[in-house]
């Protein structure tokens, strides 16, 4: 069976919310998740902050990704693709994520809760 950071797809899983710590299969927040107990950060995104938001918006739009995200997630077969990094500085696993052979990534931005990632993070507070 492949392992969750192998670039075969992953059977589909139950992904809940992690409240604290880590997880076996569960959502941080709108680009950051836990698959075989691996933390995984989606590469090519930035979403909205929610630990802790900067203003009222950015809170609204948080939640509103970390929820996306656990619906796609929950929709089918999660594939993970390395990328020329391997983690970022908090340890996550780099990745690019596909569910059923479509990017997560590009239909967050598409729905407006997420920003392709650019090498750094920019605001959402206006």
């Not at 690019?96 to 750094?120: I, K, Q, S």
């Amino acid at each position: 069976m492949p392992g969750p950071v192998d670039p075969a797809p992953v059977p589909r899983a139950n992904f809940g919310f992690c409240h604290s710590g880590g997880g076996t299969n569960c959502v941080v927040d709108g680009d950051t998740f836990w698959i075989a107990g691996v933390k995984i950060r989606i590469a090519d995104i930035d979403t909205p902050e929610t630990h802790p938001a900067r203003c009222p918006e950015e809170a609204r739009l948080g939640a509103a990704a970390t929820q996306r995200l656990q619906a796609l997630l929950n929709s089918g077969a999660v594939t993970l693709h390395a990328i020329d990094r391997d983690t970022d500085r908090y340890g996550r696993k780099l990745r690019l994520v596909e569910v059923d052979g479509r990017g997560v990534g590009d239909t967050l931005v598409a729905e407006g809760l997420a920003r392709p990632y650019r090498g750094r993070r920019t605001g959402w507070c206006g």
